[in-house]
């Protein structure tokens, strides 16, 4: 499984400040039956979003929300996929250390790196 689309972001942004470019990128069309996404994304504003779009979000709430929603836990699991292909992606060690100085060339390396990983 690989993502549908990958976006660049500085490393002191917070998650959910990308989440509507990321949800905009999903082909027209394409069936979105569940966003699941970790916690650095729960906002109210990306939760309506996704239920826009047709989809169920599977996204826990923080712990400081007074308003809890209830997240499905099997699907929630489906999120390793994610995590192991991040994993995977960090055995190059150009992505792992960030050799390339400039964003456009390290996003092309992990682009390159996704294909490797869908051919093997």
Not at 12 to 23: G, N, P, T
Not at 39 to 64: C, F, H, N, R, W
Request: hydrophobic share 45%.
């Amino acid at each position: 499984m690989l993502p549908v689309t990958l976006h660049l972001s500085a490393g002191q942004e917070a998650d959910v400040s990308h989440a509507a470019e990321l949800l905009g990128a999903v082909p027209a069309g394409a069936e979105v039956k569940a966003v699941i996404a970790d916690k650095g994304y729960d906002s109210k504003a990306v939760v309506e979003m996704v239920q826009a779009m047709g989809a169920q979000a599977v996204i826990p709430t923080l712990s400081t929300r007074k308003e809890q929603r209830e997240v499905d836990k099997d699907l929630y699991r489906e999120r390793n996929l994610a995590e192991r292909f991040w994993r995977r992606i960090k055995d190059f060690r150009r992505v792992a250390t960030r050799y390339e100085k400039t964003d456009r060339n390290f996003l092309a390396f992990v682009h390159l790196a996704c294909l490797m990983i869908l051919l093997l």
